[in-house]
């Protein structure tokens, strides 16, 4: 049996020390976001409730655009 870590547990273990906590809250806290969007939408659908499920999909889509947001500055100013 394989147990899926979840977005806090992979962000909380695996980043290197080199990463500062400001970067890490910009990059944990619409991962965190996200994923739990992911997990009632997943149970909205099984339980068919498609307007539950339509807005969940698109709550899942803000937190990811602002997560690639977040990135491209973490990746803009780790140039310099």
Known sequence: F???KTAYEILTC???SDVCSSDLKDY???TIM????LKKLHYA??????TEAQR???KTLVWVLEL?????????AAKG
């Open 45 to 50: 659908v099984l339980a068919k409730d498609y």
């Open 56 to 58: 969940l999909c698109a």
């Open 28 to 30: 944990a806290y619409p």
């Open 2 to 4: 394989f147990k899926q």
């Open 14 to 16: 695996d980043w290197s």
């Open 34 to 37: 996200a994923e739990e969007c």
């Open 68 to 76: 690639e947001e977040n990135l491209k500055e973490m990746a803009s």
